[in-house]
């Protein structure tokens, strides 16, 4: 068995007599051996830096004094010697002076002269009389002698086509469903078919189309504005859906029918 000494009584916890006996016949690896083994290196160390930490607090006002003692101050030179500031040069007085301003613009004006009464009668010449005539139309441009016959084309029996007019956005009396609004969401509802490609893999949406309404009320020019993210099937049915409609009530701009343009949102939910 150790000798006893001052940090091996048996008296104290930590003591390696009774370290010893206490862990006799068992498992030293675990941490309560080691824990009691260097209890006492530890608590010297601890004590040490404690100590030493106390020290340094102590004298590190006497530190900073010698340092601030030991540093020599540094002169540095400041020139300040006077400069002599240069007079501006004389203006040449034989320089030309600039130019005036040019005049203002002279507007244009008649002179009024004022009427004179008198008893004589004034006759005034006729003004000549001028007659109008008909070019004739040709492939050359000359001067005729005054003696020729004018003679005026035949325009023919053509057909005028008739203009095609831009259609409107907004006017007086949009164009409107048969019985309203909430008839074209039956409609709507009761035709959109879901396509089933889109159903198994769980797309939804809603795809925007744009149309327009005729001035006798047929839908055209069915287009799509933004379609469902990655649904091109939604974006099919949508097209197929709206060119089934039945003829519209078609708007009006100052009591006529015009072309309108109208957009649609139809959303496709799974349920």
């Known amino acids: 068995m150790a000798e006893s000494s001052i940090f091996n009584k048996w008296d104290s916890v930590v003591a390696p007599v009774r370290n010893d006996m ?6 030293k690896a675990y941490g309560a051996y080691d824990l009691r083994k260097n209890h006492n290196r530890t608590v010297a160390i601890a004590l040490i830096i404690t100590g030493a930490s106390f020290l340094f607090a102590v004298s590190l006002p006497a530190i900073i004094d010698w340092i601030n003692n030991k540093m020599e101050e540094v002169d540095v030179p400041v020139d300040i010697t006077p ?8 203006l040449d007085e034989t320089e030309p002076p600039p130019p005036p301003p040019p005049p203002p613009p002279v507007m244009e004006t008649v002179k009024f002269t004022p009427p004179v009464v008198t008893d004589e009668e004034v006759v005034e010449d006729p003004p000549p009389v001028q007659t109008e005539e008909t070019p004739q139309i040709s492939t050359v441009t000359q001067e005729g002698d005054g003696n020729e016959d004018i ?3 035949d325009a023919g029996n053509g057909v005028v086509e008739s203009v095609n007019e831009a259609p409107l956005t907004i ?7 048969p019985g309203g609004i909430n008839e074209m969401m039956k409609f709507i509802q009761k035709n959109v078919q879901y396509p089933q490609v889109e159903k198994e893999a769980g797309i939804s949406g809603t795809c925007y189309v744009t149309f327009v309404v005729e001035k ?3 839908i055209t020019d069915v287009k799509v504005l933004r379609g469902v993210s990655g649904g091109p099937g939604c974006d099919k049915e949508a097209q197929r859906v709206v060119k089934s409609m039945p003829s ?4 009006k701009q100052n009591g006529r029918e015009v072309r309108v343009q109208f957009n649609l949102p139809i959303k496709f939910t799974l349920k």
């Open 22 to 27: 206490v862990f006799e016949d068992r498992n």
């Open 83 to 90: 400069i002599d500031l240069m007079a501006p040069p004389p």
């Open 151 to 153: 003679v005026i084309p």
């Open 171 to 177: 006017v007086e009396q949009m164009p409107d469903f």
């Open 216 to 218: 006798n009320g047929s």
């Open 248 to 251: 519209w009530k078609p708007g």
